[in-house]
């Protein structure tokens, strides 16, 4: 029988109890066994209360220990749980410290790397700003180097003119001292000069002049009696 149960049986004894003590007195005298078994039912209903109550206050200890034992539980999870949040606090912490610096590693390596760039970069443009500079002068060098070329070949045309026109005045020269030079030749060495005209032969000119016609081809240096019109032979004396 639950509690509820007999709270119920007991509180319908105390109401039996209630209207059988409010009966009026009378000549009806008042029933012994009614009385004997109500108080009967109201001592096992409160025997059964009491073995219920009894029941429910170790069913209450054997709940509280139960809850303890929960509660414990809960605090040692509790306590494991906080225990892993802080390893993962720690673990994610240093997991990020070293994200970190890596990261500022790498940054340091793309900022290093960066200067060395521009440094490169500079360092061809200088490369090419004196390689059109060299290139510049080339152009200038090869542009003086043509106008000498120019000028040295007028001044080879020049002077090539000169010395036409000088080789024109000592052939002129020459031209005019020749007879005063074979002539005074003539004088010193006794030998006269003849020009030859047509008809003439080398024999027939050394009879003229009286000579042999050996000696006549000697002084000329010829190795033939042939002539021709024009030329001028020494007379050797």
């Given at each position: 029988?639950?509690?509820?149960?007999?709270?119920?049986?007991?509180?319908?004894?105390?109401?039996?109890?209630?209207?059988?003590?409010?009966?009026?007195s009378?000549?009806?005298?008042?029933?012994?066994?009614?009385?004997?078994?109500?108080?009967?039912?109201?001592?096992?209903?409160?025997?059964?209360?009491?073995?219920?109550?009894?029941?429910?206050?170790?069913?209450?200890?054997?709940?509280?220990?139960?809850f303890?034992?929960?509660?414990?539980?809960?605090?040692q999870?509790?306590?494991?749980?906080?225990?892993?949040?802080?390893?993962?606090?720690?673990?994610?912490?240093?997991?990020?410290?070293?994200?970190?610096?890596k990261?500022?590693?790498?940054?340091?390596?793309?900022?290093?790397?960066?200067?060395?760039t521009?440094?490169?970069?500079?360092?061809?443009?200088?490369?090419?700003?004196q390689?059109?500079?060299?290139?510049?002068?080339?152009?200038?060098?090869?542009?003086?180097l043509?106008?000498?070329e120019?000028?040295?070949?007028?001044?080879?045309?020049?002077?090539?003119?000169?010395?036409?026109?000088?080789?024109?005045?000592?052939?002129?020269?020459?031209?005019?001292?020749?007879p005063?030079?074979e002539?005074?030749r003539?004088?010193?060495?006794?030998?006269?000069?003849?020009?030859?005209q047509?008809?003439?032969?080398?024999?027939?000119?050394?009879?003229?002049?009286?000579?042999s016609?050996q000696n006549?081809?000697?002084?000329?240096?010829l190795?033939?009696?042939?002539?021709?019109?024009?030329?001028?032979?020494?007379?050797?004396?």
């Amino acid at each position: 029988m639950s509690v509820k149960k007999s709270l119920f049986a007991l509180l319908a004894l105390c109401g039996v109890f209630t209207w059988a003590g409010a009966q009026p007195s009378g000549n009806t005298p008042r029933s012994p066994n009614y009385d004997e078994g109500a108080a009967r039912q109201l001592k096992t209903a409160l025997f059964d209360l009491k073995h219920e109550l009894k029941n429910h206050d170790q069913e209450i200890r054997v709940l509280e220990d139960r809850f303890r034992n929960l509660e414990s539980s809960i605090d040692q999870l509790r306590g494991q749980s906080q225990s892993e949040l802080q390893s993962h606090k720690d673990f994610t912490r240093a997991i990020s410290v070293n994200l970190e610096g890596k990261v500022n590693g790498s940054d340091s390596k793309i900022d290093s790397l960066d200067r060395a760039t521009k440094g490169v970069i500079s360092d061809i443009r200088q490369i090419q700003s004196q390689t059109n500079e060299t290139v510049a002068s080339l152009n200038q060098l090869k542009e003086r180097l043509q106008q000498m070329e120019k000028f040295y070949e007028a001044q080879m045309k020049h002077m090539a003119s000169l010395e036409a026109a000088l080789q024109s005045m000592v052939d002129l020269v020459d031209t005019k001292n020749a007879p005063i030079q074979e002539m005074a030749r003539a004088t010193v060495e006794g030998i006269g000069t003849y020009k030859v005209q047509a008809g003439d032969t080398l024999e027939k000119i050394a009879k003229v002049h009286k000579v042999s016609l050996q000696n006549l081809k000697d002084a000329n240096q010829l190795t033939s009696d042939r002539i021709i019109i024009g030329q001028t032979l020494k007379i050797p004396g």
